[in-house]
């Protein structure tokens, strides 16, 4: 965490010396390059002129606290994809032979129980089952998933590397929708195309747009 030194002040409070320094600190965790906190450090000032202890403002302990809970920096995680449970969610078998559940970020598809879930879960298998993989993430939900975005080689480029997000392709193709509730914990550039995505899938009625489509028509019929 970069600290940057704002504003330096010394007040003198009957017998004491008081240094009061505004701190500017940045969130690695932005896209942007880090978002900018401001905190007041007060440093008691002994004999000598140097800080003997330090006094935190009480308005900045509930932002220091945020920031120590803030998402760490994004890990990345090589692996093959071993199966696909769902259209958002896949089984990825790392190269010490771990089995890592895998939530898609940013999507949520139909279970496969539901209307058109099969056939999401069967284009994202069509995508990825099989292949290498590198999975960007940040935390694991309460049932110890990984959230992240999973990039695999596009079945029309051979050689072209790990260069297709699946998590966008389903919204491209219809077979899950942006999840919006959780656009927080994307990226904003992936959030804007994730966005994007769904909003072409739902003009062209790809996917389960056309599924909901048709049933509006049959309902608005009877």
């Known amino acids: 965490m970069h600290n ?15 240094e009061t320094r505004r701190v500017l600190t940045l969130d690695p965790t932005d896209p942007k390059h880090g978002i900018g906190h401001r ?19 009480s308005s ?13 920096f994004a890990a990345q995680l090589e692996c093959r994809v071993a199966s696909v449970t769902r259209g958002d969610t896949l089984i990825c078998l790392t190269v010490d032979n771990r089995q890592e559940l ?7 598809a139909p279970g496969r129980k ?12 069509d995508l990825a089952h099989g292949k290498s993989a590198t999975v960007h ?9 990984i959230i992240g975005a999973v990039w695999v080689e596009p079945v029309d480029c051979p ?12 919204l491209a193709s219809g077979m899950a929708r942006w999840a919006q509730r959780y656009a927080s914990q994307q990226p904003v550039e ?17 996917g389960l747009w056309r599924k909901f489509k048709e049933s509006s028509q049959a309902q608005a019929g009877q």
């Not at 993430?137 to 998933?145: E, I």
């Open 60 to 72: 900045s302990v509930g932002l220091a606290l945020l920031l120590l809970c803030a998402p760490a």
């Open 102 to 108: 895998i939530r898609l970020r940013g999507i949520d």
């Open 159 to 170: 050689g072209c590397g790990h260069t297709l997000d699946v998590g966008r392709a389903q």
């Open 190 to 206: 992936e959030r804007y195309a994730y966005e994007f995505e769904e909003s072409e899938a739902r003009a062209r009625r790809a």
């Open 4 to 18: 940057d030194l704002r504003k330096v002040r010394r007040i003198v409070e009957g017998s004491k010396s008081w």
């Open 137 to 145: 993430w940040t935390y694991r939900d309460h049932h110890g998933r």
């Open 114 to 125: 539901q209307p058109f879930g099969e056939h999401a879960r069967q284009h994202l298998a």
């Open 39 to 57: 905190l007041s450090v007060r440093h008691w000032l002994g004999p000598t002129g140097r800080p003997h202890r330090t006094r935190v403002a």
